[in-house]
C-alpha cells in the first residue's frame, strides 16, 4: 500500500437486503491530494461505495483503510438529492453542520456568509428550499459541504441538477 494513500478499499462487497448486490470485490485507492471521479451507468454502485466510504451502511465483506492522519469524520458529504431541511432557510441549512460541531456564532457566522458566497447564493440567505431551483439546492448542499471546510469532500452528482 501506498504510505501517501488516503483511503484504501480492499475486496469491499455489499449486497442489500433484499439480495440485490451492488458491489463485489472492488479495490480502489484513493491517494492523498487526489481528485477521484466514479463513472459508470445508472445503477453500477457509485452511490453505494460513497455511502460505504461515510460510513452511512455496512459492508458485506471487505476493509476500508483510512491512511495518514485521516479518518471518517473529517468528511463532507453532498448527496444525490439534495437533502436540505424543507423548514430551514438556506443559511439555517448551511449552518446545520457547524451547529453540530458546536462553533461559536461569530466563527460560524464568517463561514456560513463564506461558504454561500463561494456557491453564489448571495442574497438567498433568508430563502427556502422550495423556493430554489434543482440547481440551486444542489449548491446550498455544497455550501453546506464546504462550510466546515473538510479534509475530505464526497460529491454525489452533485453537478446532475443544473439551475
Ligand atoms: N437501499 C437499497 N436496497 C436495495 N438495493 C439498493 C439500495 N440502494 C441501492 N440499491 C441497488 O444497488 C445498486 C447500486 O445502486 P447505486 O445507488 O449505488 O447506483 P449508482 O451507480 O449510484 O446509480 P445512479 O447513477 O443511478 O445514481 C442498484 O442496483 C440499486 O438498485
Ligand atoms: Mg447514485
Known amino acids: 500500500m501506498n504510505q501517501d494513500t488516503a483511503i484504501t478499499l480492499s475486496h469491499v462487497c455489499k449486497a442489500y437486503a433484499n439480495g440485490t448486490v451492488a458491489l463485489a470485490d472492488l479495490n480502489l485507492a484513493i491517494g492523498e491530494g487526489e481528485f477521484v471521479s466514479l463513472v459508470g451507468p445508472s445503477g453500477c454502485g457509485k452511490s453505494t461505495v460513497l455511502r460505504l466510504i461515510a460510513g452511512l451502511g455496512k459492508m458485506s465483506a471487505g476493509t476500508i483503510h483510512w491512511g495518514g492522519h485521516h479518518s471518517q469524520k473529517e468528511l463532507a458529504f453532498v448527496f444525490q438529492e439534495a437533502a436540505l431541511m424543507p423548514w430551514a432557510t438556506v443559511w439555517d441549512?448551511?449552518?446545520?453542520?457547524?451547529?453540530?460541531?458546536?462553533?461559536?456564532?461569530?466563527?460560524?457566522?464568517?463561514?456560513?456568509?463564506?461558504?454561500?458566497?463561494?456557491?453564489?447564493?448571495?442574497?438567498?440567505?433568508?430563502?427556502?428550499?422550495?423556493?430554489?431551483?434543482?440547481?440551486?439546492?444542489?449548491?446550498?448542499?455544497?455550501?453546506?459541504?464546504?462550510?466546515?471546510?473538510?479534509?475530505?469532500?464526497?460529491?454525489?452528482?452533485?453537478?446532475?441538477?443544473?439551475?
Do not use: C
Open 93 to 163: 441549512n448551511v449552518r446545520l453542520p457547524l451547529k453540530l460541531a458546536g462553533a461559536s456564532k461569530a466563527i460560524a457566522d464568517r463561514a456560513i456568509a463564506e461558504a454561500i458566497n463561494l456557491v453564489d447564493l448571495k442574497g438567498f440567505e433568508q430563502a427556502y428550499p422550495r423556493e430554489l431551483s434543482g440547481g440551486m439546492k444542489m449548491r446550498v448542499s455544497i455550501a453546506r459541504a464546504l462550510v466546515t471546510k473538510p479534509e475530505i469532500l464526497m460529491m454525489d452528482e452533485p453537478f446532475g441538477a443544473r439551475g
